[in-house]
């Protein structure tokens, strides 16, 4: 580990909380907080948790952000004119 | 002309029958498809040895699971966010899981075990301008790396060693140690703790720590 990734990751240590959500229950809520995100809205309660987890786990951070970027960039398509992407719109 | 439904509709004709349900399935598993064919160009790295015919028909493979299992999950999906988003978090963690652990494929546990590198640490050799901010991360590397020996049980120094100093992908460890992710997390947590209790111990707290290290960015 060079000191740029010791930095970053000592800085995670100090920011550890006594009870943090599990990765199956950051899952559970990913896709609400991807949604809300995007519309602009503010995290609250277990969302909160969920950017917490997201700061320290890797493997869930990886899937939020493509979560993300796919959702931007089926939206995008979806704004395109022809397109025939069969999406949601609850 | 683009086909759109609402929650209601997805849930509605996803668990009617016949034509209606065939229909939406298919349309499910079409961007499932597209989900992970997402992942997979953005993971292409860990895909180097497949050809472009062979990861289409692995974002399919990828799809049809994470078709499954979002029918499996259907009664719990609340509406708390949009059902495609929703379903497209499954194809996503299928064909990430799947890439990960290609890219690791030829790597066992035990080779990883056998690496002399345990806890190596390579701090920059810094000019004597430096020199308290050195001597101030060389005295919190030591206070970490007694915590690692002394504090951490045997599982919790694996994981950590693995996952945070080797870089191996969390699902590549979790199926190396037959674990879950949850389970290997925990593990994590649990190290990162009594790390940090240790570094308060001796007075640190996170505000210490970020400055001793905002210097040195």
């Known amino acids: ?38 519309a602009g809205g503010e995290f609250s309660g277990a969302l909160r948790q969920v950017g917490h987890h997201l700061n320290q786990c890797r493997a869930c951070r990886d899937e939020y952000e493509l979560l993300r970027d796919f959702v931007i960039a089926e939206e995008n398509a979806h704004d395109s004119p022809g397109n025939d992407s069969p999406g949601s719109n609850p | 002309m683009a086909i759109l439904r609402t929650n209601q ?44 015919e062979e990861i289409h028909q692995l974002a399919e493979d990828c799809a049809q699971d994470a078709l499954i299992a979002v029918l499996e999950n259907l009664p719990s999906f609340r509406g708390d966010s949009k059902f495609t988003t929703w ?11 799947m890439a990960r652990r290609e890219r690791w494929r030829e790597i066992s546990l035990d080779q990883m075990e056998d690496r002399a590198s345990e806890f190596g640490l390579l701090f920059a050799d810094k000019s004597t301008a430096d020199l308290d901010r050195t001597i101030l991360h060389g005295e919190i590397w030591e206070i970490i790396a007694e915590a690692i020996r002394s504090e951490l049980t045997e599982k919790q120094r694996l994981v950590l060693k693995l996952v945070i100093f080797d870089e191996v992908p969390m699902d590549v460890v979790v ?15 649990d190290a990162r703790r009594k790390l940090k209790h240790k570094m308060e111990s001796h007075g640190f707290g996170i505000d210490e720590i970020i400055d001793a290290f905002r210097a040195s960015e």
Not at chain 1, 10 to 23: D, N, R, Y
Not at chain 2, 11 to 35: C, F, H, K, T, W
Not at chain 2, 89 to 95: D, Q, T
Not at chain 2, 181 to 186: E, M
């Open chain 1, 1 to 38: 580990m060079d000191e740029s990734k010791f930095t970053q990751w000592i800085q995670k240590v100090m920011a550890t909380e006594e009870e943090e959500i599990s990765c199956s229950e950051c899952f559970d809520l990913v896709s609400e907080y991807v949604d809300t995100e995007l």
């Open chain 2, 9 to 52: 509709v997805w849930l509605q004709e996803l668990r009617s029958s016949g034509e209606v349900r065939n229909a939406a399935i298919e349309d499910l598993r079409g961007l499932l498809i597209r989900a992970a064919s997402f992942t997979f160009q953005r993971t292409l790295g860990d895909l180097a040895n497949y050809s472009p």
């Open chain 2, 87 to 97: 379903a497209y978090k499954f194809a996503i963690n299928i064909s990430l899981t």
């Open chain 2, 175 to 189: 199926q190396w140690m037959n674990s879950n992710r949850n389970a290997v997390y925990k593990l994590l947590h």
